[in-house]
């Protein structure tokens, strides 16, 4: 809850203003239980039980990179589910990469998180949690969030906006819309209400393709939407919020790192204004799926630069710790196979 939501909940049990804000900075400096709200009145304390429920994420697993101190965290949530978090430092800041849903139904090939299918999603304060809770764990400020964890967060619309409105809260971890970054798979339906939102966030498109027919036999979810119809939609965003969008494109070895790919893919991108963040593909134990030679890259970056496309390459953390996607999850739930 935002603040005034928690001034509301205690008005109405009869409460003074000042201890919502008692409660609000418990809550914040992660102690999820009554007991220890020490500053609170017993008879209080003894009511907030009885009206509210508090769950403190449990670390089932903590791994941090040797080379470059990416923390990897697996949390345990309230019914026994799992999912991962990353902390990343950069420069600029630490990033944090966050879950939205338990599984993701969205099938992409390369991708590990889709393995198991969608278990559930997760509600706004388990996604804020990863947040508060890695940024104590780690001692790190967070600074920056990107949604590209584990799930599609625009299939768990409500959930992730609401999520966006308390880490946005001032009076919380005030994180700023221009510092989170929102990744799809390209759920085109849903673009319009991001945008009726007017949020400042960066909307990612994990593109991947240029064209139907790879596109469609990487993600499922290109299959009766298309290419074509997912750039109406990026660029009408564009034009509706005057945010560019970013392309992710996850380089594999003799599927999607052709020539031919990269003069489709520099159409693509100039057509709506797009920026390309070229991933080498992590290699996931279960797919067939390669990365790129480094050649390769080079020749396709080459080309995306002399088309007069803004492109970077993402640079790899935590190699070391199964940082991407749905892979520590993954790990679990076959050690208890
Ligand atoms: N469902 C959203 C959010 C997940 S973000 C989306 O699809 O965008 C995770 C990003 O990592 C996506 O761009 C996804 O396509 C990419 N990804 C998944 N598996 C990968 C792998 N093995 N190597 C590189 N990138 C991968």
Redesign the pocket.
């Known amino acids: 809850m935002t603040l005034p939501e928690i001034e509301a909940e205690l008005a109405a049990l009869g409460e003074a203003k000042f201890r919502a804000k008692q409660v609000y900075e418990w809550l914040g400096r992660g102690v999820r239980s009554f007991d220890r709200m020490s500053n609170l009145p017993l008879s209080l304390r003894e009511k907030l039980k009885e009206s509210f429920h508090l769950y403190e994420p449990k670390v089932l697993s903590k791994q941090v990179s040797q080379i470059d101190g990416t923390i990897k965290y697996l949390w345990e949530l309230y019914d026994g589910n799992a999912v991962e978090t990353v902390v990343m430092s950069y420069q600029h800041g630490n990033t944090v ?1 966050v879950s ?1 849903q338990v599984g ?1 139904r ?1 099938g ?1 090939a ?4 889709t393995i198991g299918g969608l278990v559930r999603s997760l509600n706004a304060s388990e996604i804020l949690d990863e947040v508060l809770f890695s940024q104590l764990d780690s001692g790190k400020k967070i600074s920056n969030i ?10 768990n619309f409500d959930n992730v906006m609401r999520f966006l409105e308390l880490v946005n809260d001032p009076a919380g971890m005030n994180i700023g819309m221009r510092h989170i970054s ?5 759920i085109i339906e849903r673009f319009d209400d991001l945008a009726d939102r007017d949020l400042q966030l960066t909307l ?3 593109l ?1 393709a240029p064209d139907d027919e790879t596109r469609s036999r990487l ?1 499922p ?1 290109n299959r009766g939407r298309g290419v074509d119809k997912l750039m109406d939609a990026c660029k009408r965003y564009y034009e509706r919020t005057g945010r560019r969008i970013s392309f ?1 494109y ?1 380089m ?1 070895d003799g599927v999607n790192d052709t020539e031919k790919h990269a003069r489709l893919l520099a159409k693509r991108a100039k057509s709506v204004g797009a920026h390309v963040n070229l ?6 134990e279960e ?1 067939e ?1 390669k ?1 790129s030679t480094s050649g390769h890259m080079k020749a396709f970056i080459k080309i995306l630069e002399d088309e007069k496309v803004n492109v970077t390459v993402r640079r790899r953390l935590g190699s070391d710790v199964d940082a ?3 892979q520590l999850r993954r790990k679990m739930q076959k050690q208890n196979s």
């Not at 390369?110 to 998180?113: D, I």
């Open positions: 990469c939205c993701c969205q992409c390369f991708c590990a998180s990107v949604l590209m964890g584990i799930g599609e967060p625009l299939d929102l990744s799809t798979c390209g990612t498109v994990s991947h993600m979810a992710e996850a594999i991933i080498p593909l992590n290699h996931v797919r799926f990365p991407s996607c749905g």
